[in-house]
């Protein structure tokens, strides 16, 4: 395992070993995770912790990437806690290459902001798309329909006179 | 300077800059193919470098699927979710319902009966051979083989029937949910499935007659695509893209789940590491799929398909008219749902394409907090520039084909 000094905190969900490290080391961190034999990063992704009453958290945004050791077949939880608006952390694409489209992902969804990478640029949505859907202060169905129901009224047949 | 001449056109797409040349002394030419191209299989767009007929560059532009089903599936209760993991993959949405089920059974901390367990599997490796077909039909129409379609459809066919017979539906089965799945088999049922596993051996050997010794086929897959197993590793490909590769990786002998570790089969893999690995790779799934099916037919227990918790599960219908508690509950689980305690976990399936996973995040209440798909087909599209570079245009077809990618799986 990592050295204690760049682990915050860590434990078990429901079975899946976790730990949190400070964002400003996560880079650090992953790098020295797959030296040790964690060589597949199966996702990447951010959770949104607005107004979630559940726990305490120390930040908005929790950063989470799920690594796999292909060999010991050993899986460990690495989250990382930020803030901001826009949130930054450091990019891990020159670590682990599928984590490029994943942060994307991330950036396009949560507006994460990823320090280094190579194409930090919106994957999903629409190059002009504007806010970020999965934040939850983005409401579901907060977008205007783009078609009227005016059809309706030249379809109808004149009141007869 | 027009966008040309800096190489941008819009935000981050890269094209050709003006008068670059290539190695036949001429210029490179940037074409858009899709994302109407009829063999992406959806709507993908890649933005393609070519220098003559090669391919120099290539970058996926992705995205003309996304439904925002995370970001619904947030709004929706536990149990309703299940309806949306159907519509991702929508090539195999008994093994997209299939992670989620187990990803909130984990949360939930039960434990599902062996029946269940065996009924899974069997929607599952009915998928897997499903989703294998519409593949092998639909590559074999853009090689050439335009028959293969006809075949395949046939045996897929046999198998919608199937899910209408279990579930009701016959692509968007909603059939595996957490807890359970939907409905026991019926009689009619596994009599349809017992003649299916008679029949397809036959049925793929068909397919091989006209596939495996084909020489048009062979010539435009043989050596097409190739993707090095270090590299297939380090770009993180998981499924018969990994497998093609001669890397003996698949979920369910590495990290059994519902009891995968109780079949007896082998994990097809290719040294090729090209398309016509692949494909070889995915004719052997299929057979093992057929052996799967044929051990859980023949042993599948007895005994319920739900957990007996009515915290999670309505109470059977006849319990309504006589208990009181039974009422209470029927109520509380269709109104408000039921309450998943906060926490979070992961739970990876071997789908046709390869890890399928889902990591839910539950803040304990009624609705997730988070559902992320891990979606196979999008880590999969990422080695695509590795595989096409170099080749001919023509060969993109058969490289996008058997990397097996569902559009829907990628843009969620």
């Not at chain 2, 989620?100 to 490796?125: F, N």
């Not at chain 2, 089965?173 to 409905?183: E, H, L």
């Not at chain 2, 227990?301 to 319990?319: A, F, I, T």
């Not at chain 2, 891990?374 to 990422?382: G, H, T």
Request: hydrophobic share 40%; aromatic share 8%; net charge negative.
């Amino acid at each position: 395992m990592i050295a204690d000094s760049l682990i915050v905190e860590r434990g078990v969900s429901a079975g899946d070993a976790w730990i949190t490290v400070s964002p400003e080391s996560a880079h650090e961190a992953l790098a020295a995770l797959k030296g040790e034999g964690y060589r597949l990063l199966v996702f990447l992704t951010c959770v949104d912790h607005l107004a979630d009453s559940s726990r305490k958290w120390p930040a908005r945004y929790e950063v989470v990437y799920q690594l796999r050791n292909m060999e010991t077949l050993e899986q460990l939880r690495v989250r990382a806690f930020i803030d901001g608006d826009p949130p930054h952390i450091d990019s891990v694409a020159d670590v682990f290459p599928p984590a490029d489209w994943d942060e994307r992902e991330t950036y396009d969804m949560f507006g994460v902001v990823f320090e280094g990478h190579p194409d930090l640029t919106r994957i999903l949505m629409p190059d002009d798309w504007v806010g970020h859907p999965l934040r939850r202060d983005y409401p579901v169905g907060g977008e205007p329909v783009e078609f009227s129901e005016e059809h309706e009224t030249w379809q109808t047949a004149p009141p007869k006179a | 300077m027009t966008d040309t001449d800096t190489g941008t056109i819009g935000l981050g797409v890269t094209v050709t800059k003006a008068g670059e040349q290539g190695a036949f002394g001429g210029e490179l030419l940037t074409i858009n193919f899709g994302p109407h191209h009829p063999s992406t299989h959806g709507v993908l767009r890649l933005i393609v470098d070519l220098d003559g007929e090669q391919v120099k560059r290539l970058k996926p532009i992705i995205g003309y699927l996304h439904t925002g089903i995370e970001k619904q599936a947030e709004a929706l209760r536990w149990q309703q979710v299940v309806v949306v993991t159907d519509r991702h993959d929508y090539l195999s949405p008994p093994i997209n319902n299939l992670a989620y089920a187990l990803a909130v059974e984990k949360l939930l901390g039960v434990d599902v009966p062996p029946r269940a367990d065996a009924l899974r599997v069997i929607m599952s490796e009915l998928t897997r051979i499903a989703s294998h077909l519409v593949w092998l039909g639909t590559s074999g129409i853009e090689l050439g083989a335009s028959t293969m379609l006809m075949y395949c459809f046939r045996e897929r066919d046999t198998i919608l029937d199937m899910n209408e017979e279990i579930s009701g539906f016959r692509m968007h089965t909603s059939y595996i949910r957490p807890g359970g799945v939907m409905a026991d088999a019926t009689p009619r049922f596994l009599e349809m499935l017992d003649s299916f596993c008679t029949k397809m051996p036959g049925n793929i050997d068909e397919y091989e007659a006209l596939l495996t010794m084909n020489p048009i086929f062979r010539s435009r897959t043989i050596g097409i695509g190739r993707l090095p197993a270090e590299d297939a590793k380090v770009l993180g490909a998981t499924g018969p893209m990994l497998r093609g590769s001669g890397v003996a990786w698949d979920l369910r002998k590495k990290m059994p789940y519902s009891g995968y570790e109780n079949y007896d089969f082998e994990v097809a893999t290719s040294d090729m590491c090209d398309c016509y690995g692949r494909y070889l790779v995915r004719i052997k799934e299929m057979r093992e799929a057929v052996r799967i099916l044929r051990q859980a037919l023949d042993r599948l227990p007895d005994g319920p398909v739900n957990v007996d918790d009515r915290k999670v599960l309505p109470p059977p219908r006849e319990e309504l008219e006589t208990s009181m508690e039974a009422v209470i509950h029927h109520f509380k689980l269709f109104t408000e749902g039921y309450s998943v305690p906060a926490g979070d976990a992961y739970a990876a399936v071997e789908s046709g394409r390869g890890e399928n996973g889902c990591y839910v995040v539950s803040d304990g209440t009624h609705k997730p907090r988070r559902v992320k798909f891990r979606a196979a087909s999008f880590v999969n599209l990422q080695p695509l520039e590795r595989m096409a570079l170099n080749h001919m245009v023509a060969d993109m077809v058969a490289i996008i084909g058997t990397a097996d990618t569902v559009l829907g799986d990628v843009d969620r």
